[in-house]
């Protein structure tokens, strides 16, 4: 993970990355498309970055010192509504049709962007409708494979011109941007997880049957943070969504 993150700072940074400003590191943080939490471990592993380069007589100093990390706030989870939703995968499905299936798979499955942008069409199981997950594709490390997945995933998966499944992670990210701002829908973060976790906690009234299909060890986190955010309709609708 830490060679991950470090991998989007050094492309954006290329070699200027010990001659940065506190503000150009903060303005970074800010722009990354991720929840809190993803941008505070990227904070963490610049500023661990320029603690190791001051030790070393690289740098002078480390400019994360003067900048706040990112805050986890419980409150801070955001849900599409069904309409924004429905937008987003018919204005993607006809103009970037190659990213409806790994859209489909935060959105209708739950996983992270990392763990949807790394799959490969042989992690997904057609005929059984299941889904690996390897272990060096989640934030676990630990090998997972999930099913009693929704209807309309395996639809939008089916779906999926093959180019779906030859994207880099670089390309997932860059097309799945376009995809919200032709949609004119917001995209503060990790919502498709968030929505799907709302969604679903809402349909089943389980959170133990949710957090399985997250890989949780407990509801807990889907009960502090999803129970309510819902409604048993909306969710109906939402799970509703085919090509």
């Known amino acids: 993970h830490a060679k991950m993150d470090m991998g989007r700072f050094v492309h954006q940074f290329s070699n200027r990355a010990l001659g940065l400003a506190s503000d150009e590191i903060r303005t970074w943080l800010a722009a990354l498309p991720f929840g809190e939490v993803t941008k505070r471990n990227h904070y963490k592993r610049v ?10 007589g690289l740098a002078a100093s480390n400019p994360c010192e003067s900048i706040r990390s990112p805050a986890r706030d419980a409150d801070d989870v955001s849900v599409l509504s069904v309409r924004d939703a429905i937008t987003l995968f018919e204005t993607s499905k006809k103009l970037r049709p190659q990213v409806c299936a790994r859209l489909a798979l935060e959105a209708f499955a739950g996983l992270r962007f990392s763990s949807a942008a790394r799959l490969v069409k042989a992690d997904i199981n057609f005929a059984d409708e299941g889904i690996t997950l390897p272990g060096a594709k989640l934030k676990t490390r630990r090998r997972q494979y999930i099913d009693a997945l929704p ?8 779906a999926a011109p093959d180019e779906a499944w030859t994207l880099t992670e670089r390309q997932y990210l860059a097309l799945k941007s376009e995809a919200f701002r032709f949609a004119g829908v917001q995209n503060p973060g990790n919502v498709l997880r968030h929505s799907f976790c709302s969604y ?8 133990a049957r949710t957090a399985v299909i997250l890989c949780h ?6 009960y502090q943070h999803y129970k309510g955010r819902a409604t048993a309709a909306d969710a109906a609708n939402y799970f509703a969504i085919f090509p």
């Open 151 to 158: 209807e309309n995933l395996w639809q939008w998966l089916r």
């Open 200 to 207: 679903h906690v809402a349909q089943y009234k389980d959170a």
């Open 217 to 222: 060890a407990s509801p807990r986190t889907l």
């Open 47 to 56: 500023s661990a970055f320029y603690t190791w380069a001051r030790m070393t």
